[in-house]
């Protein structure tokens, strides 16, 4: 369908068993998002891309552990244990994901400064990626989302897409989370209430 992609997010290593910041059963969903990828009209693929020492990891804050969170001046920001580092091993795809079909890679997370959960938006909620011009250019208005993590950066693009006016479905079975503190369920709720289907 002409007016329809598929974006699938953040299917790294890093985010995969045996990964810097592993979701568990990640890599169980790549068979699912490949199928999903075969039968998409269009494919846009999102890329974490961190600079070494990125504001986001706990290690560029002394004392301060992963998964605690900080204050930044665009809000509260959850500290990761180093990941998706440019260059590194754990940022490129899972090598079992057939990622060549994708026309576009979306790389997030490159500002030292900021974190980027969304592929549409970085945590600041006002600093685009250029991904919702691009669509738009395009023709394409219905969006279906798979990857990683379903409560973060699939959840937050989903959000983000539903208020700039796409049509958003998420396969959930094509995700896994991370749940820190009920944040999959919290998340999941968040995505009905704007309007995102849940397949």
């Given at each position: 369908?002409?007016?329809?992609?598929?974006?699938?997010?953040?299917?790294q290593?890093?985010?995969c068993?045996?990964g810097?910041?592993?979701?568990?059963?990640?890599?169980?969903?790549?068979?699912l998002?490949?199928?999903?990828i075969?039968?998409?009209?269009?494919?846009?693929?999102?890329?974490?891309?961190?600079?070494?020492?990125h504001?986001s990891?706990?290690s560029?804050?002394?004392?301060k552990?992963?998964?605690?969170?900080?204050?930044?001046?665009?809000?509260p920001?959850?500290?990761?244990?180093?990941?998706?580092?440019?260059?590194?091993?754990?940022?490129?795809?899972?090598?079992?994901?057939?990622?060549?079909?994708?026309?576009?890679?979306?790389?997030?997370?490159?500002?030292k400064?900021?974190?980027?959960?969304?592929?549409?938006f970085?945590?600041?909620?006002?600093?685009?990626?250029?991904?919702?011009?691009?669509?738009?250019?395009r023709?394409?208005?219905?969006?279906t989302?798979?990857?990683l993590?379903?409560?973060?950066?699939?959840?937050?693009?989903?959000?983000?897409?539903?208020?700039?006016g796409?049509?958003?479905?998420?396969?959930?079975?094509?995700?896994?989370?991370?749940?820190?503190?009920?944040?999959?369920?919290?998340?999941?709720?968040k995505?009905?209430?704007?309007?995102?289907r849940?397949?």
């Amino acid at each position: 369908m002409a007016d329809a992609a598929l974006i699938v997010i953040d299917v790294q290593n890093d985010f995969c068993p045996g990964g810097r910041l592993a979701v568990a059963g990640g890599d169980e969903i790549v068979p699912l998002v490949n199928r999903l990828i075969a039968k998409a009209g269009h494919v846009v693929l999102t890329q974490d891309w961190h600079p070494a020492g990125h504001s986001s990891f706990a290690s560029s804050h002394p004392g301060k552990e992963p998964f605690s969170t900080i204050q930044m001046p665009y809000g509260p920001q959850t500290l990761w244990p180093d990941h998706c580092v440019q260059g590194s091993e754990g940022a490129a795809f899972h090598p079992g994901l057939e990622w060549t079909k994708a026309e576009l890679v979306v790389r997030k997370g490159f500002r030292k400064a900021i974190d980027s959960y969304s592929a549409f938006f970085e945590n600041d909620h006002t600093t685009p990626t250029g991904l919702g011009g691009y669509l738009r250019e395009r023709g394409i208005g219905r969006l279906t989302l798979a990857g990683l993590a379903t409560d973060f950066c699939v959840a937050y693009s989903a959000l983000d897409a539903a208020k700039l006016g796409f049509e958003v479905t998420v396969v959930m079975d094509a995700c896994r989370a991370i749940d820190l503190g009920g944040s999959l369920a919290a998340m999941t709720e968040k995505m009905k209430d704007a309007g995102v289907r849940i397949a």
